[in-house]
């Protein structure tokens, strides 16, 4: 079935860093979403993507919608240590009934 | 935060005896969907509703089944647990917007421990 790449597993980051992350599909996709997950919850959703090229910020996260629109990413500026946590990407395909096709998550740690 | 809630949180349980696990919304979402997550493979679809009484499965489906009779509630049954179907599981709900977009928010989750 359909994959999403994100890499590295996991990322290691001093506090006050800017850090970035992407997420590329195989396939084309008219919606990207990324989330963070905690440790025992659920994940939450941080940024929605509808348009190629659309740039989006949420505080210090400001994600990217790839022209190509096979790939997306994620840029978190000047870390704290509770941007600690697991960060997914989720695309959908074009098409009424497409589901969405999650990425196995990108694990950072903080260093304070 | 969206009005999403499961139950149980937590469950153990022996193999064999059926499970139920509920997720609840207060948002009126047409769609709710359960997964389940493991490490080394990420978020899984086991089952869909798109309506009242409408259902599909995803892609690891065997061994469970869904009842959504009332927009609010999703239900998943293990009809006999396994020690495989030990996981984390999580309910999300969304509404799709004009070309079949669509966002999904998820519950806190659902841990069950099969022994």
């Known amino acids: 079935g359909q994959q999403l790449n994100q890499s590295p597993q996991s990322m290691f980051i001093q506090e006050g860093e800017d850090v970035s992350m992407n997420c590329t599909s195989s396939?084309?996709?008219?919606?990207w979403l990324w989330y963070k997950q905690d440790p025992g919850e659920g994940p939450v959703l941080l940024i929605a993507l509808y348009k190629a090229g659309e740039l989006t910020s949420n505080g210090r996260l400001t994600a990217q919608f790839g022209i190509t629109r096979k790939d997306s990413f994620l840029n978190i500026s000047a870390s704290i240590p509770s941007d600690v946590g697991i960060y997914f990407c989720?695309?959908?395909?074009?098409?009424?009934?497409?589901?969405?096709?999650f990425g196995k998550g990108i694990t950072l740690s903080v260093r304070p | 935060d969206a009005g999403i809630t499961q139950s149980p949180r937590h469950k153990v349980t022996e193999t064999g005896t059926p499970v139920t696990l509920r997720c609840h919304q207060t948002e009126n979402h047409r769609y709710m969907y359960w997964y389940r997550q493991d490490p080394g493979h990420g978020l899984r679809l086991i089952h869909y509703s798109y309506g009242v009484k409408d259902t599909d499965k995803g892609e690891v489906s065997d061994g469970y089944s869904v009842s959504r009779s009332k927009t609010e509630d999703f239900l998943l049954t293990l009809e006999s647990a396994t020690s495989s179907q030990t996981s984390v599981y999580f309910c999300?709900?969304?509404?799709?917007?004009?070309?079949?977009?669509?966002?999904?928010?998820f519950g806190p989750g659902t841990r069950l421990l099969v022994l």
């Open positions: 396939s084309i996709f008219n919606t």
């Open positions: 989720a695309g959908q395909e074009a098409g009424a009934n497409s589901k969405l096709t």
């Open positions: 999300a709900i969304s509404e799709r917007r004009t070309g079949g977009k669509e966002t999904q928010y």
